[in-house]
């Protein structure tokens, strides 16, 4: 069964489409990306203007005909912060259904945390024991912590690199002060998400599971091996920590020359890695490891568990 998970956030529209089967690991057959950073089309009284729901109608209509043309049986359309919070949101999900033909469903923060926890669960399997997860996103940041396939807590703030970038870091390049004061920030937002998550056992396992994050493992962590000769990579707090001043002296067009820093990538890049160090030291981590799975894979998970599979014919 080929299905097709397309995510409406507030950094890109990502289409993924998936062969399942009962039991199995879904194989992904197409992965398809339209940049559109809303975050910048967004208006003082915080919707979003003409120019970026015409842009996010039209990533929407080619994500719809490149799942029609690969077959796609189900697609499963879900949006996050950028749309969820915008003063005209109930105008643009309408627009958007419109040119998908059918239903959003508009995720809040804590079940983007836990779909994504749950992708997560499944990519590092049962033994990997505690959890403790950080999401980045261009509107928000997503913590969850747990034993389990769900967390047993899970939060969401409005720390996502995008906003963090327009309301705090806006100049290119941003400097030292514009620095500072998104990590103060920072800090004072994840205050209570820190004593919400006080009595939460160490975590056997500190996870990043966002493009922003793989992006900046790239730029400033190491591979290391992992599981069946496989490898994965880790994230060092202090090497984050010593990049941060460097990334925020160099303007946009040279950061791109950075390893692992896409052109998409470069205006946010600074607030991604501010945002990210500043959780690690609230939440007292040292090192993270990324994981590939991320919110389409928790999605596309969650559902084929929803399914009702029969046994063929015999």
């Not at 049962?126 to 403790?132: K, M, Y």
């Not at 747990?146 to 899970?154: C, F, N, Q, T």
Request: no cysteine.
């Amino acid at each position: 069964m080929r299905l097709g998970v397309l995510d409406i956030g507030s950094n890109t529209v990502h289409l993924l489409v998936a062969d399942v089967r009962p039991g199995g690991r879904p194989q992904a057959t197409t992965s398809q990306r339209t940049v559109l950073r809303l975050m910048r089309y967004l208006e003082p009284d915080g919707s979003i203007s003409e120019t970026g729901v015409a842009a996010l109608v039209d990533a929407v209509t080619q994500a719809r005909a490149t799942a029609e043309s690969e077959n796609v049986v189900e697609l499963l359309a879900t949006a996050t912060s950028a749309v969820r919070e915008a003063a005209n949101g109930a105008e643009v999900i309408a627009r958007i259904e419109d040119a998908l033909g059918q239903e959003l469903q508009v995720l809040g923060g804590e079940s983007e945390a836990r779909f994504t926890f749950l992708a997560v669960r499944r990519w590092f399997g049962w033994s990997a024991g505690q959890i403790l997860l950080f999401d980045i996103g261009g509107g928000s940041l997503e913590l969850a912590a747990g034993s389990d396939e769900l967390p047993e807590v899970a939060a969401s703030v409005p720390l996502g690199a995008g906003r963090s970038t327009v309301e705090f870091l806006p100049e290119d390049p941003p400097g030292e002060e514009a620095v500072g004061l998104l990590r103060a920030h920072a800090r004072e937002t994840l205050a209570p998400v820190v004593e919400l998550m006080a009595d939460q056992p160490r975590p056997n396992h500190v996870v990043g599971s966002s493009k922003a994050i793989r992006s900046l493992a790239k730029l400033a962590g190491y591979p290391a091996p992992g599981w069946s000769g496989s490898e994965r990579m880790l994230l060092p707090r202090a090497a984050l920590g010593s990049w941060i001043p460097r990334l925020a002296r160099l303007p946009a067009s040279a950061r791109q020359e950075l390893p692992g820093i896409t052109a998409d990538r470069t205006f946010q890049i600074v607030a991604a890695a501010v945002v990210l160090h500043t959780a690690m030291t609230a939440m007292n981590v040292d090192e993270l490891e990324v994981s590939p799975w991320a919110l389409r894979e928790g999605v596309l998970l969650r559902y084929i568990e929803s399914l009702s599979w029969s046994e063929p014919d015999s």
